[in-house]
């Protein structure tokens, strides 16, 4: 089984920036993709960045330029430097990690784009 701890999640003003944070545990060997997801309220829940082992990334077109996906295999860990931040950027943001597709998740974490 795997785990996932989610952190980093807040209120920021648009403009401003945030940086997430997804430590996962257990049955490591599993692991090869590491990703983002969000969900808005009211909106289906979208990709918005993926990383895999060998370090190759994706990023939803909403997102490029602004938001950069790294990860840590010594670390169990993905981040999502979030920079830019804009209100249509509020949602809970959810960490995902699988060996081909996304098989685990996080609980979540709130991220919300106000003034």
Same mark, same amino acid.
């Given at each position: 089984?795997v785990?996932?701890v989610e952190?980093? #999640?807040?209120l920021?003003?648009?403009?401003?920036?945030?940086r997430?944070?997804?430590?996962?545990?257990?049955?490591? %060997?599993?692991i =090869?993709?590491?990703?983002? !997801?969000?969900?808005?309220?009211?909106?289906?829940?979208e990709?918005? @960045?993926?990383i &895999?082992?060998? #370090?190759?990334? =994706? !990023?939803? /077109?909403?997102v490029k #330029?602004? %938001? &950069?996906?790294?990860? /840590?295999? @010594?670390? =169990?860990t +993905?981040?999502l430097?979030?920079?830019?931040l804009?209100?249509? /950027? &509020? @949602?809970? !943001?959810y960490?995902?990690?699988?060996?081909?597709?996304y098989? !685990?998740?996080?609980?979540?974490?709130?991220?919300? +784009?106000?003034?």
């Amino acid at each position: 089984q795997v785990q996932l701890v989610e952190s980093g #999640g807040g209120l920021v003003q648009p403009g401003g920036s945030l940086r997430l944070s997804c430590v996962h545990s257990g049955s490591i %060997f599993r692991i =090869n993709v590491m990703g983002w !997801y969000r969900q808005a309220p009211g909106k289906q829940r979208e990709l918005v @960045a993926g990383i &895999t082992r060998g #370090g190759s990334t =994706n !990023y939803a /077109d909403s997102v490029k #330029g602004r %938001f &950069t996906i790294s990860r /840590d295999n @010594a670390k =169990n860990t +993905v981040y999502l430097q979030m920079n830019s931040l804009k209100p249509e /950027d &509020t @949602a809970v !943001y959810y960490c995902a990690v699988g060996l081909i597709k996304y098989d !685990y998740w996080g609980q979540g974490t709130q991220v919300t +784009v106000s003034s």
